[in-house]
């Protein structure tokens, strides 16, 4: 399309099949991607003028919505995270509901830290963005490694962790 027949409002409206389709492989649940497909249709609309025309509208609508997916995700996980401030810093999910830990559940995470540090850096760092919070993809995405690759290390370390885990209790 050329810029001066291009119009704006008309693409959003083409790319909303499309723009459903990914909001629900991103969510998994229809309700949340619907949710997800308006939010990202509002901000669109209210950007309108940061659009630069002759650029790839779908792609830039398309990053919009991964964009909010992420920081919308993000934000659930920092509500939900327990943040241990020990020296390795690892964040884990915890229960809203669990109050305190116990003395065991306490000394069993303490074991798992240490196993988990004596592990390489490679193995180490995908595990621990795991267990904040990041989704496979953000975290091939920010190590610059291939999506098998970081869903093997985290396999990897579970493993190691079940095994040496094992006769622990």
Known sequence: MKSSSFNFRESLVSV???L???AYKLTSNSEEANDL?????LKVLDNEDKFTPDTNFKGWVYTIMR??????YRKIVREQT???TTDNLYHLNS???SGFESTDSAHDLKEMKAIVGKLPVEYRQPFSMYVAGFKYREIAEKM???L?????RIHFTRQRLQEELKDYR
């Not at 497909?37 to 249709?41: F, H, V």
């Not at 964009?67 to 919308?72: D, L």
């Open 16 to 18: 909303q099949s499309d």
């Open 20 to 22: 459903l389709h990914f």
């Open 37 to 41: 497909l308006q939010e990202t249709s």
């Open 67 to 72: 964009n909010i997916f992420i920081n919308n």
């Open 82 to 84: 327990y943040v241990d």
């Open 95 to 97: 229960s809203q509901e």
């Open 144 to 146: 610059d490694l291939p």
């Open 148 to 152: 098998g690759t970081v869903k093997s």
